[in-house]
């Protein structure tokens, strides 16, 4: 049936980061950790999920530490494990380490080619958006398959997030840089049949 759902699941982008709060691209697995204000973001999220008694039948974790710190937090509300899946960030090449001002001086074009034409790898060595969205879609769509009728967590980066908000949403790669969210917060989307439904985007607990 058209309304028949598959899966809910809750996406919690992990707490922020040096880099994060920098606003720096990085796609690095082991740096940075969580600082202070990222695991104080990770707390506020847990007991959100207290409080609103969030029912979860799984959680799983991108590999990145940053990640699995704040999925280990997580897994404590729910007294049980997580296990952790292929949701890496956007392969960001030769922009690793840089923040979006110090591209827009140095790499003005490039940063104009990064919004304007996700089919395209920008700079050369990274990941075209387009295919980005295409990778994290379809690993969505597996752990989906495998988890039909579950409610279940998933703690990712933002830009995957953002991916997938771009698939649930049918929202064209162009529009990829227009969509923000924060470090710390909560996004939630349920697959049905037929279609994806995004039930709220970007909630950060006070």
């Not at 999220?45 to 999925?71: E, F, G, M, P």
């Not at 710390?184 to 279609?195: H, N």
């Amino acid at each position: 049936m058209y309304f028949d759902r598959k899966c809910k699941i809750t996406f919690i982008s992990h707490g922020a980061t040096i880099f994060s709060e920098e606003g720096r691209f990085s796609d690095l697995e082991n740096h940075p950790p969580l600082n202070e204000n990222g695991a104080e973001e990770i707390d506020k999220i847990c007991d959100y999920l207290k409080k609103r008694q969030v029912k979860n039948d799984k959680i799983y974790s991108s590999s990145a530490s940053r990640c699995t710190q704040s999925a280990k937090k997580i897994a404590k509300v729910y007294k049980k494990d997580f296990e952790i899946v292929d949701l890496k960030p956007r392969k960001c090449g030769s922009f690793s380490g840089f923040t979006f001002e110090q591209i827009e001086t140095k790499f003005p074009k490039k940063l104009k080619d990064l919004i304007l034409k996700p089919d395209v790898p920008t700079p050369e060595d990274a990941e075209t958006v387009s295919d980005f969205i295409k990778r994290v879609s379809e690993e969505i769509e597996k752990i989906v398959e495998q988890n039909i009728g579950s409610r279940i967590i998933i703690v990712t980066h933002p830009d995957v997030i953002k991916a997938a908000i771009c698939d649930a949403l049918e929202i064209p790669a162009t529009s990829f840089q227009h969509l923000y969210i924060k470090t710390g917060s909560a996004t939630q989307v349920s697959y049905f049949k037929s279609w994806k439904s995004l039930i709220y985007s970007d909630y950060t607990p006070l």
